[in-house]
């Protein structure tokens, strides 16, 4: 499909045109956008990237968003190609399991873009700000250039490849495998669709080709190249000694011995161990991707959810850790090995952009904190596309106070993730259960399935016998209840050592007894489930 990019320019002069637009360009307000969906919203930010020429850091809640937003990005930006997506942590760091290769080249090719600088709008799951990656200059010293005519020490670049994540093998079929064999480089880098041919005459680069990797052929050229490596980190042995040398100091109680004993025997033999890739931060050069973000613009899709996403991953950081150390592991807290949620909380609170679908107004007759108060002003809004705008506390705070938005969260309050109220009420009824005292609401569902018999039930004839008064043919109350019953149901009737001429009257004064019951029952709502419930293949007995 042909992009039309001048009726993409035409809508992006559109939106800059209102005079709402004004508001978003002053970098001293700070704007929340409400009532807008995916594409006005997309259309929003690209108009105002376009007009501030600024980079932009799009935080949203989850990674469910990603995919549509980043779309709706890339079809109003000038540039489709510097709209980038990071992606979300597949795995935390307890768990000991090597990330797929598809997070992986995800993760490298965002990392590479941030460090070259080649992308202005990036959208970032909340969950990556808790990430540390490399610092840029180490991570693009790290980037092997390939160009024709260029002079190569292929020990020294074999070398490089290793620590950079690459593994080498007879042919290659997928992205970090490279192969060397005569006077021929195989590579696959992260940061290409296919994988490269490296064609030598002595140490030069004579030709650099793409080729395919079903029949291996040569194809096309690809140019000047540059290979990102493999991994955030460079696995070399002065850094697996520091981990190892680390692991030993750090977890001298006997209860870790076990699990520190095999992790450095895996290091000694293969020179890795699963999971190595989150304990290489502690001995690397590392930064927050706060810190890389700290210059950029920030916007914040649903604020509220985003907050709440923070609280939730970090309580579930603190329970895998203490799982894991109950069990054994040598594994370091989460604040050791990634980004406070404080801090987090604390960078989302610098965003100027906020876009939300609704906005929520203090109820009547509350109050907000001194230097708080959000200004009552009508809101302002895009005619055209039904976008509403509204300011966030733009004249409540003085400069030596700064604003806080999201609402300020202390330590405490970020740590403990409380659950909603429907959640907690389900738990207290759980709770309940398995108590020896059952709640009220327990009681009144037993009282409601369970009713106490009547003090007398209703008489089916007027015929006396020998027996009761008020039974028929001699046979006991409880007797012809049960009878009853086993009729109704369909059960067989218990045994009786009466004559035949007994049972016969039996049988009839029991239809009897069902007809006359059944024609009553409706009238005593206190009667049994069994009574009110009766079936009987005679015409004369019915159902209630």
Not at 9 to 19: I, T, Y
Not at 151 to 162: G, I, P, Q
Not at 386 to 403: I, N, Y
């Amino acid at each position: 499909m042909t992009r039309n990019h001048q009726l993409i320019a035409s809508l992006r002069a559109l939106v800059a045109g209102c005079a709402a637009f004004r508001s978003l360009t002053d970098p001293a307000r700070r704007i929340e956008l409400t009532g807008a969906s995916v594409e006005s919203r997309a259309l929003v930010l690209a108009a105002l990237q376009d007009a501030t020429r600024q980079r932009f850091a799009v935080i949203v809640p989850g990674d469910a968003s990603i995919d549509d937003f980043t779309s709706a990005l890339r079809l109003f930006h000038r540039d489709p190609n510097c709209v980038l997506a990071y992606p979300s942590p597949a795995l935390s760091p307890y768990q000991d399991v090597t990330p797929s290769l598809g997070v992986t080249r995800d993760e490298i090719r965002a990392l590479g873009s941030l460090v070259r600088e080649e992308s202005d709008t990036l959208i970032v799951p909340v969950r990556a700000l808790f990430t540390r990656v490399p610092r840029a200059e180490a991570f693009a010293a790290r980037i092997v250039h390939l160009a024709e005519g260029a002079e190569l020490d292929m020990r020294e670049l074999l070398e490089r490849l290793v620590e950079n994540g690459f593994v080498r093998t007879d042919l290659v079929g997928e992205a970090g495998e490279f192969a060397f064999r005569g006077g021929i480089l195989d590579l696959f880098p992260p940061n290409t669709a296919r994988p490269v041919r490296v064609e030598l005459f002595g140490d030069t680069i004579e030709t650099l080709r793409w080729f395919d990797v079903e029949t291996q052929r040569s194809e096309e050229a690809s140019g000047p190249l540059a290979a990102l490596p493999m991994t955030q980190f460079p696995a070399t042995r002065p850094l697996r000694q520091k981990v190892a040398r680390q692991l030993s100091l750090d977890f001298m109680d006997p209860h870790f011995k076990r699990d520190v004993a095999e992790k450095i025997e895996r290091l000694n033999e293969n020179g890795t161990f699963p999971g190595i890739e989150n304990y290489l931060p502690l001995v690397a050069d590392s930064v927050s991707i706060i810190e890389v973000l700290r210059e950029w613009t920030v916007a914040i899709v649903e604020p509220d959810q985003t907050t709440m996403a923070v609280a939730k991953f970090e309580s579930l950081l603190r329970n895998e850790f203490e799982g894991a150390a109950e069990k054994g592991r040598a594994v370091y807290p989460p604040e050791r090995l990634l980004t406070p949620g404080v801090d987090v909380l604390n960078f989302l609170g610098g965003a100027r952009l906020a876009m939300s679908e609704v906005h929520i107004k203090p109820a009547a007759g509350v109050t907000e904190a001194p230097g708080r108060e959000r200004p009552s002003r009508p809101a302002v809004s895009f005619p055209s596309l039904g976008v509403e705008m509204e300011e966030l506390r733009l004249e409540a705070a003085s400069p030596s106070s700064p604003l806080t938005w999201p609402p300020a969260t202390t330590a405490a309050a970020s740590r403990s993730f409380s659950p909603p109220p429907r959640a907690a009420a389900r738990k207290s009824n759980v709770c309940s259960r398995n108590s020896t005292s059952p709640s009220p609401t327990i009681r009144r569902r037993r009282a409601r399935s369970w009713p106490s018999p009547p003090a007398r039930w209703p008489e089916a004839s007027t015929s006396r016998s020998s027996g009761s008064p008020s039974t028929p043919s001699g046979i006991s109350s409880s007797r012809l209840h049960r009878l009853a019953l086993a009729a109704g149901s369909g059960r067989p009737r218990p045994s009786s050592p009466t004559s035949a001429t007994s049972r016969r009257a039996t049988s009839s004064s029991m239809s009897t007894t069902a007809s006359a019951a059944s024609s009553d029952c409706s009238a005593s709502p206190s009667a049994p489930p069994s009574a009110r419930s009766w079936r009987s293949s005679t015409p004369a007995a019915a159902s209630c």
